[in-house]
């Protein structure tokens, strides 16, 4: 199963796509990492995650048909 985690280098996001990937998923993680990337560094380059830099409110919707599950922790914090 792939799941598309919107907002993912965020702090729930990222702890999030840990357990996913320790559980066997693939994840897409969609973020514009306004804050960085240094809380996804572990997971870039492994073969079961990808990860795209990208606004959610104006990505290409075309990825939707590649996922199964979407998780929405898109928002920005402070």
């Known amino acids: 199963m792939r799941v598309l985690v919107t907002g993912g280098a965020g702090y729930i996001g990222s702890v999030l796509i840990g357990k996913l990937l320790e559980r066997g998923y693939s994840v897409v993680c969609l973020d514009k990492l306004f804050f960085g990337d240094k809380s996804i560094k572990p997971y870039i380059g492994l073969k079961n995650f990808k990860l795209i830099v990208e606004d959610t409110r104006t ?20």
């Not at 919707?61 to 920005?76: G, Q, R, S």
């Open 59 to 78: 990505f290409n919707p075309e990825i939707l048909n590649y996922v199964n599950t979407v998780v929405d922790l898109a928002a920005i914090s402070q």
